[in-house]
């Protein structure tokens, strides 16, 4: 059976929209394509941009994002050589979504600090009881 001509379904376990969604929810492929948004940048200014991320875990997210089309790779001729790395028509489109979670994402920051508070003292009460020893 030819999966290709079937509808996406990301609740599908062997659908590969799944696969896909993983990708775009992987925490440095998001920021990747979020720094990428203001322009091709280099190896060493995106992992800074970035942040803590390792060059090894950056050079495979990048290899990753380039196989799927979202980024593309440009090295230019020159010594040292320097290499460029863009956003596609694709990879921009998910600017908007991504900026969306981002915002949502910092807006929320503090009711989920408290709601976390909230779970984890409840948890400790049930572990060490209501007189807390």
């Known amino acids: 059976m030819d999966t290709s001509k079937l509808p996406a379904n990301v609740f599908d376990p062997n659908c590969p929209s799944r696969v896909i969604l993983q ?9 990747v394509i979020q720094v990428l948004g203001d322009g091709p940048v280099r190896f060493s200014e995106l992992r800074k941009m970035v942040n803590v991320v390792t060059p090894k875990v ?24 320097r290499v460029d790395y863009e956003l596609t028509e694709m990879g921009a489109s998910l600017l908007e979504p991504l900026r969306m979670l981002r915002e949502w994402a ?7 600090l408290e709601a976390r508070d909230a779970y984890d003292e ?11 020893g």
């Not at 409840?122 to 807390?132: F, I, N, R, S």
């Open 23 to 31: 990708r775009i929810g992987d925490k440095w492929a998001s920021l």
């Open 58 to 81: 950056l050079t495979q997210t990048l290899r990753t994002l380039e196989r799927d089309g979202l980024i593309t790779r440009t090295i230019h001729a020159q010594v040292p050589p």
């Open 106 to 112: 910092e807006s929320h920051v503090p009711a989920i």
């Open 122 to 132: 409840e948890q400790d009460k049930a572990v060490l009881g209501p007189a807390g």
